[in-house]
RNA sequence: GCCGGGGUGGCGGAAUUGGUAGACGCGCCGGAUUCAAAAUCCGGUUCCUUCACAGGAGUGAGAGUUCGAUUCUCUCCCUCGGCACCA
């Protein structure tokens, strides 16, 4: 009998797929297309269990797909600029570009290696100039649109490096490399009006079906639609400063405000008070993240200003407080002690007055209350809802022409700005006379120059490179500077997915094939990328779609996010030192043992704890079940048709789990996206079959039925073996272009079912009832059962639930 | 701190609509096979009481709704992901 040796048996199939070009594919098909994509790897090294998982997700679902009879689009790329390959130039003095093309290499081997699906032909890599000078051309058109706007930023800056840190380079307030104290800087930076869309993206939200809840979730909070009143505050010695509130209802209980140290204001109380300068100058060196921002000690200073409260006319201190954000709303609130958690802990600190001015009967100097209520202590508002409230401090301050109504969004402008070498290039020139211009059409691509060293600093080598930033004015042809910037690595990813249906389209960004494929029928990515990648490209794509360029509103139909592979409880990562190597598994056990446990281990949505031990139980499996259908191929039985008008019970009974087996493992794959369950009903099957020893024509027939369902349902999953096994039972063509097994629905009718029988709620027996059944023969059968009498006898019956063909429940007392 | 997940045997997990808690697999225990071992095959395996039949407890903790709660509600604990320059 045939032996099982997976890495023959993978090479022969993978041969067969490379011969016919199997997974690759073009628009023009009969068939209705399927879009299947995850989420494209960054070319870091080796592949670790994470992408595993992420690719044979979609794997699976792409070989699915297939078998429904759709032409699949699944393809593979890089997203090949960013940080880490900068890293890696300095370690190991290679220049970023070259270590990033050996990674993809490498990658791309042991993807094949697994046996994935993908059609080749259209891989791409984002630091390709074919690829990103589309991108350059977009921001071109972007900037001529009003899109693209630059103003002022906060950076991390190493004041010893010289440089600026991304934030995962500063640890505990500190520059990773230089170990010196980081320091906010602001420097001027492209951005792009995301918040012009915000309230299509947050609309577009409820329309989305295929997308979990908790993303959607996450999204609309991250969008952070709020209704609220401006209102100007007059400062005398400085002008009118705004603030933005939810709760103009609690305006009678402003008793101070608070400027965010970056704001207008604060600057100017500063410049003759030594001690608020030397306050500022602190706060520019914490740190400018929001965890940061909400977690650290809450600081403020007296400006010595004084606004003047617009209904009450009394003096309210101004004072400049570290947790008050520049970029959203004005960088200026009203502070509420009494109705606001922040506004109370700041109070007490400082000793301001905290006043009541919603009903509640709290100790309100011990704790801010901040539901909405009756006002209080508010003047002419006394006794009004916030709804009312808020109507009436609307009209009366449009009326004056101090306020007005404003919908605010937390959601801020993309900066597009990084002071990085290994990204693509931002393309734009400035000019001394006429500012700052776009590169023009035909100039682009401007090229990132690839033959580069790095410096110990980490510093960007263009930015000391003349031959790449002395230029000319596209305008006035005068002696001009190139931006050396590049831009952040999520503009790469936020269109790829489009440039996936016609990556070698050199007449365009993309082509007329964009419109065929779009949108992904199904992406497949790490839950970590829930709210920035998704919102982005969620944005691009209705840039595309306004610049003409695609017809549809989202980009993703339906998403999965996965959790993350966990080992010892953590993320894996180099640094940890904790990865599982992929390689060393597939070179043990082969490609089929590694996607089958990555699946089976748990269900994609949840964070999977890896354990070397259950891989060797995948292994088991595929050998079992090899064996079995070897055996059955060497009885040499000659295979009559099955006659299903004339079954044996167990016959009925086999042939029951097959067709259930075929339901479930279909739901489980198209539907509830649970790859573990299909999984184990498929090994459920392989029980049944393996015991099943009917040597009778219909038995062989059955048999033959089951192992056939069963190894096209397994394909998808482990496509080498189950193609070999296709092969010896004489099947023609590979399994990965046959059809999907269809339910008998005949054999999933049953005449007796089995039901539970509960004395208050407590299981006390099992009794087998006809299918059919009405519940007063069903309540008979019950009663009749002893143990039931056990706990039922010489007590009062207070009711009988009969579930139909699940339960029946006695209530006794 | 805020937003979103998760917590079930020794372990990974199952229970799809409020209806048998622990499917499937790992590990472990016993048996078969073997000179022996590995591999394989068969059986057992939540905990406690019991020779057995059976009974009691049990899904992070506590409360609630219900005939019935892993599932719904509230409070709390632990843990993972994200927080805009990691990707």
Same mark, same amino acid.
């Given at each position: 009998m045939k032996l099982y040796n997976p890495q023959d048996v993978e090479q022969h199939a993978q041969n067969l797929w490379q011969e016919q070009q199997t997974f690759t594919v073009n628009q023009d098909s009969d068939k209705e297309k399927y879009y299947c994509l995850s989420m494209f790897p960054y070319p870091s090294g080796k592949l670790h269990m994470g992408h595993v998982r992420n690719y044979t997700l979609s794997e699976v679902i792409a070989r699915f797909q297939k078998m429904q009879g759709k032409n699949v689009l699944h393809p593979i790329g890089y997203d090949a600029f960013g940080l880490p390959a900068e890293n890696a130039a300095i370690q190991n003095k290679t220049a970023p570009a070259k270590w990033t093309y050996a990674n993809m290499e490498d990658m791309s081997a042991q993807l094949k290696r697994l046996g994935f699906a993908y059609d080749w032909s259209r891989q791409l890599a984002t630091c390709d100039p074919d690829y990103y000078r589309w991108e350059q051309w977009m921001f071109v058109r972007l900037f001529k649109e009003g899109l693209v706007y630059r103003k002022d930023a906060t950076v991390n800056?190493?004041?010893?490096?010289?440089?600026?840190? /991304?934030?995962?380079?500063?640890?505990?307030?500190?520059?990773?490399?230089?170990?010196? &104290?980081?320091?906010?800087? #602001?420097?001027?930076?492209?951005?792009?009006?995301?918040?012009?869309?915000?309230?299509?993206?947050?609309?577009?939200?409820?329309?989305?079906?295929?997308?979990?809840?908790?993303?959607? #979730?996450?999204?609309?909070?991250?969008?952070?639609k709020s209704k609220g009143l401006e209102i100007d505050f007059e400062v005398p010695d400085f002008g009118d400063i705004s603030v933005f509130t939810t709760r103009p209802d609690t305006l009678y209980g402003v008793s101070y405000m608070a400027v965010a140290p970056e704001h207008p204001l604060a600057l100017q109380a500063a410049a003759n008070n030594s001690e608020l300068a030397e306050f500022l100058s602190q706060c520019s060196k914490e740190q400018s993240n929001e965890a940061a921002m909400a977690t650290m000690e809450k600081k403020g200073m007296a400006t010595g200003l004084t606004?003047?409260?617009?209904?009450?006319?009394?003096?309210?201190?101004?004072?400049? /407080?570290?947790?008050?954000?520049?970029?959203?709303?004005?960088?200026?609130?009203?502070?509420?002690?009494?109705?606001?958690?922040?506004?109370?802990?700041?109070?007490?600190?400082y000793d301001l007055p905290i006043k009541r001015v919603i009903a509640g009967d709290g100790d309100i100097e011990q704790a801010a209350e901040t539901e909405h209520g009756i006002l209080v202590n508010s003047g002419d508002y006394n006794g009004?809802?916030?709804?009312?409230?808020?109507?009436?401090?609307?009209? $009366?301050?449009?009326?004056?022409?101090?306020?007005?109504?404003?919908?605010?969004?937390?959601l801020r402008d993309w900066?597009? @700005?990084?002071?990085?070498?290994?990204?693509?290039?931002?393309?734009?020139? $400035?000019?001394?006379? %006429?500012?700052?211009?776009?590169?023009?059409? /035909?100039?682009?691509?401007?090229?990132?120059? &690839?033959?580069?060293?790095?410096?110990?600093?980490?510093?960007?080598?263009?930015?000391?490179?003349? &031959?790449?930033?002395?230029?000319?004015?596209?305008? %006035?042809?005068?002696?001009?500077?190139? &931006?050396?910037?590049?831009?952040?690595?999520?503009?790469? @990813?936020?269109?790829?997915?489009?440039?996936? #249906?016609?990556?070698?389209?050199?007449?365009?960004?993309?082509?007329?094939?964009?419109?065929?494929?779009?949108?992904? *029928?199904?992406?497949?990515?790490?839950?970590?990328?829930?709210?920035?990648?998704?919102?982005?490209?969620?944005? $691009?794509?209705?840039?595309?779609?306004?610049?003409?360029?695609?017809n549809s509103d989202e980009p993703f139909k339906r998403l999965l996010t996965q959790g993350m592979v966990l080992k010892d409880g953590a993320k894996m990562s180099k640094s940890k030192g904790n990865t599982v190597d992929p390689q060393a598994l597939i070179d043990r056990y082969g490609a089929d043992t590694v996607r089958l446990f990555s699946m089976f281990a748990a269900p994609p949505e949840q964070s999977l704890e890896w354990s070397d031990e259950g891989v060797e139980g995948a292994s088991r499996y595929l050998n079992r079940l090899w064996h079995n259908i070897q055996e059955y191929i060497a009885a040499e039985y000659s295979v009559q048709p099955l006659n299903t008008d004339n079954l044996t019970p167990e016959q009925q009974q086999l042939r029951f789990k097959i067709h259930q087996t075929i339901a479930k493992v279909t739901d489980d794959i198209a539907e509830r996206q649970h790859f573990n369950t299909a999984i184990a009903?498929?090994?459920?099957?392989?029980?049944?079959?393996?015991?099943?020893?009917?040597?009778? *024509?219909?038995?062989? /027939?059955? !048999? !033959?039925?089951?192992w056939l369902s069963l190894i096209k349902m397994l394909s998808p999953f482990a496509p080498h073996i189950c193609q070999v096994l296709w092969e010896d039972m004489q099947q023609p063509g590979l399994i990965a272009e046959a059809d999907w097994p269809v339910v008998d629905q005949a054999a999933l009718v049953q005449d007796e079912v089995e039901m539970v029988v509960q004395v208050n709620g407590k299981l006390r027996a099992k009794i087998k009832v006809s299918a059919d059944a009405d519940q007063a023969t069903v309540e008979k059968m019950a009663f009749a059962e002893d143990n039931v009498h056990r706990f039922v006898d010489g007590k009062t019956i207070r009711k009988v639930i009969v579930v139909p063909k699940k339960l029946v429940n006695v209530v006794v007392s």
């Amino acid at each position: 009998m045939k032996l099982y040796n997976p890495q023959d048996v993978e090479q022969h199939a993978q041969n067969l797929w490379q011969e016919q070009q199997t997974f690759t594919v073009n628009q023009d098909s009969d068939k209705e297309k399927y879009y299947c994509l995850s989420m494209f790897p960054y070319p870091s090294g080796k592949l670790h269990m994470g992408h595993v998982r992420n690719y044979t997700l979609s794997e699976v679902i792409a070989r699915f797909q297939k078998m429904q009879g759709k032409n699949v689009l699944h393809p593979i790329g890089y997203d090949a600029f960013g940080l880490p390959a900068e890293n890696a130039a300095i370690q190991n003095k290679t220049a970023p570009a070259k270590w990033t093309y050996a990674n993809m290499e490498d990658m791309s081997a042991q993807l094949k290696r697994l046996g994935f699906a993908y059609d080749w032909s259209r891989q791409l890599a984002t630091c390709d100039p074919d690829y990103y000078r589309w991108e350059q051309w977009m921001f071109v058109r972007l900037f001529k649109e009003g899109l693209v706007y630059r103003k002022d930023a906060t950076v991390n800056w190493d004041p010893v490096d010289q440089t600026v840190l /991304a934030n995962e380079q500063v640890i505990d307030g500190k520059g990773w490399r230089s170990g010196a &104290e980081v320091i906010r800087k #602001t420097i001027p930076q492209w951005f792009l009006k995301i918040t012009d869309y915000a309230e299509e993206l947050l609309a577009s939200l409820d329309d989305m079906p295929g997308w979990p809840d908790s993303v959607k #979730t996450m999204q609309k909070n991250w969008i952070g639609k709020s209704k609220g009143l401006e209102i100007d505050f007059e400062v005398p010695d400085f002008g009118d400063i705004s603030v933005f509130t939810t709760r103009p209802d609690t305006l009678y209980g402003v008793s101070y405000m608070a400027v965010a140290p970056e704001h207008p204001l604060a600057l100017q109380a500063a410049a003759n008070n030594s001690e608020l300068a030397e306050f500022l100058s602190q706060c520019s060196k914490e740190q400018s993240n929001e965890a940061a921002m909400a977690t650290m000690e809450k600081k403020g200073m007296a400006t010595g200003l004084t606004a003047i409260h617009p209904l009450t006319g009394e003096a309210i201190p101004v004072w400049v /407080a570290n947790f008050v954000l520049m970029s959203y709303g004005t960088g200026a609130v009203m502070a509420v002690p009494g109705h606001d958690e922040r506004d109370h802990e700041f109070a007490l600190k400082y000793d301001l007055p905290i006043k009541r001015v919603i009903a509640g009967d709290g100790d309100i100097e011990q704790a801010a209350e901040t539901e909405h209520g009756i006002l209080v202590n508010s003047g002419d508002y006394n006794g009004l809802n916030f709804d009312q409230a808020f109507e009436r401090m609307q009209t $009366y301050f449009e009326d004056k022409g101090i306020g007005r109504l404003q919908i605010n969004f937390r959601l801020r402008d993309w900066g597009v @700005s990084r002071q990085r070498y290994w990204g693509c290039p931002i393309p734009i020139i $400035y000019c001394d006379k %006429c500012g700052a211009q776009p590169v023009p059409e /035909a100039d682009l691509p401007v090229l990132l120059p &690839e033959d580069v060293v790095f410096d110990e600093t980490g510093g960007s080598p263009i930015k000391k490179m003349p &031959e790449f930033y002395e230029t000319q004015c596209p305008q %006035c042809h005068g002696p001009a500077k190139r &931006e050396t910037d590049t831009f952040d690595t999520f503009m790469e @990813s936020s269109w790829y997915y489009a440039r996936f #249906t016609c990556p070698d389209y050199d007449q365009g960004m993309l082509s007329n094939e964009a419109d065929h494929w779009l949108p992904v *029928d199904q992406y497949i990515g790490g839950v970590e990328h829930a709210i920035l990648h998704l919102l982005y490209a969620r944005f $691009y794509h209705k840039v595309l779609r306004d610049q003409g360029l695609v017809n549809s509103d989202e980009p993703f139909k339906r998403l999965l996010t996965q959790g993350m592979v966990l080992k010892d409880g953590a993320k894996m990562s180099k640094s940890k030192g904790n990865t599982v190597d992929p390689q060393a598994l597939i070179d043990r056990y082969g490609a089929d043992t590694v996607r089958l446990f990555s699946m089976f281990a748990a269900p994609p949505e949840q964070s999977l704890e890896w354990s070397d031990e259950g891989v060797e139980g995948a292994s088991r499996y595929l050998n079992r079940l090899w064996h079995n259908i070897q055996e059955y191929i060497a009885a040499e039985y000659s295979v009559q048709p099955l006659n299903t008008d004339n079954l044996t019970p167990e016959q009925q009974q086999l042939r029951f789990k097959i067709h259930q087996t075929i339901a479930k493992v279909t739901d489980d794959i198209a539907e509830r996206q649970h790859f573990n369950t299909a999984i184990a009903a498929m090994m459920e099957l392989t029980n049944a079959l393996s015991k099943f020893d009917d040597n009778s *024509d219909n038995g062989v /027939a059955l !048999r !033959r039925e089951g192992w056939l369902s069963l190894i096209k349902m397994l394909s998808p999953f482990a496509p080498h073996i189950c193609q070999v096994l296709w092969e010896d039972m004489q099947q023609p063509g590979l399994i990965a272009e046959a059809d999907w097994p269809v339910v008998d629905q005949a054999a999933l009718v049953q005449d007796e079912v089995e039901m539970v029988v509960q004395v208050n709620g407590k299981l006390r027996a099992k009794i087998k009832v006809s299918a059919d059944a009405d519940q007063a023969t069903v309540e008979k059968m019950a009663f009749a059962e002893d143990n039931v009498h056990r706990f039922v006898d010489g007590k009062t019956i207070r009711k009988v639930i009969v579930v139909p063909k699940k339960l029946v429940n006695v209530v006794v007392s």
